[in-house]
């Protein structure tokens, strides 16, 4: 009988549907307290071979994340490995690399945070804060605000944020680029250019928004030349890592309205110090890593890891494999 490590709350979500689609497969529930358990009983990792795990959103982020990648490192039966994350740069990660598992990144989070992107275009093009204000104060006043309509947007990155931002923004009749170092062509992207040939579209894009992984080459992207290369009166996205922002250069840069505003639902650390200037920039809105936290998120994340142990069990491909160097 197959076994498979997944942590005890999400279990209680997912049991009747894991009972139903992989009959005969035995659940091991980690919990909190790093015990594993089957049918009830508490078991060591000596009495157990599970082929697979899933790291839930339950667990990420913090102790449970480090905990649980402990015991699946420890486990040498499993072969493959469900995440909730999109990115797998997380320290958490190096503790199983080199071991052969594969892992599934996840999806289910990029709906709401293309949402989040969207959002705050909209914000900013439409200065709802004047709006506001107005409504505060009381006074009948209209404003001339700009459109979405045939606005030119730059996106790094273009995984399922990627492609999710592209769709809902050709939705308003914007112009998309894709920065793409394959160069392959990319569903809802008028234009795919090179991190090389990146520049030119920089410098007359409206948007910019950052969707990529953190590797050594986007690390510290956007910097002085980067925000001096950037249209006037543009603004920037970030729902990728907080690395990969020079956050003082970007704060030099808002003086020149190189960009005019910027949403950062990351940092370069987290949570953001209190005494950041980030905090209380006029043309800067902060949020707390929070871009993912859909209502969906966490349903969508349950059926793609289900869908996903019938695949592997089946002796198929998971989708959205990524091996990590050892």
């Known amino acids: 009988m197959s076994e498979v490590l997944i942590y005890a709350g999400a279990f209680a979500r997912i049991e009747a549907a894991f009972k139903a689609r992989v009959p005969g497969v035995q659940a091991l529930l980690w919990h909190d307290d790093q015990t594993v358990t089957r049918d009830g009983v508490t078991v060591s990792s000596d009495e157990i071979q599970p082929v697979a795990a899933w790291m839930s959103g339950d667990v990420l982020g913090g102790r449970l994340q480090r905990a649980i990648s402990e015991t699946i490192a420890s486990l040498p039966s499993i072969r493959w490995v469900q995440t909730a994350n999109a990115g797998l740069d997380n320290p958490a990660y190096l503790l199983m690399a080199g071991r052969g598992i594969r892992f599934s990144k996840s999806g289910a989070q990029s709906i709401p ?3 989040y992107v969207l959002t705050y275009a909209l914000n900013h093009v439409q200065n709802v804060k004047f709006r506001e204000q107005m409504e505060a104060d009381k006074q009948w006043r209209t ?5 979405l309509w045939h606005s030119r947007w730059l996106i790094f990155g273009y995984g399922h944020i990627g492609r999710h931002v592209a769709r809902r923004a050709q939705a308003f009749d914007a112009q998309v ?13 008028d234009a795919v250019v090179s991190m090389q040939d990146m520049p030119a579209a920089l410098s007359e894009s409206d948007f910019v928004v950052l969707a990529c992984p953190a590797t050594e080459q986007t690390i510290g992207m956007v910097d002085v030349r980067f925000i001096s290369g950037m ?21 030099a840069g808002l003086a020149d309205e190189r960009p005019a505003y910027a949403a950062l639902d990351v940092f370069q650390s987290e949570p953001l110090p209190e005494d950041s200037p980030l905090w209380e920039h006029p043309h800067v809105t902060v949020t707390a890593h929070t871009s993912n936290a859909g209502r969906g998120t966490r349903p969508r994340g349950d059926e793609l ?16 494999l990524v091996d990590l160097p050892g």
Do not use: C, M, W
């Open 305 to 320: 890891f289900l869908s996903n142990l019938e695949l592997f069990l089946a002796g198929e491909e998971p989708t959205d």
């Open 143 to 147: 404003h001339l605000f700009g459109e």
């Open 113 to 115: 945070i293309a949402e």
């Open 231 to 251: 249209k006037q009166g543009s603004a920037i996205i970030n729902v990728a890592r907080g690395s990969l922002i020079d956050e003082q250069a970007l704060l």
């Open 177 to 189: 680029t894709v920065v793409r170092q394959s160069g392959a062509p990319a569903d809802y992207a």
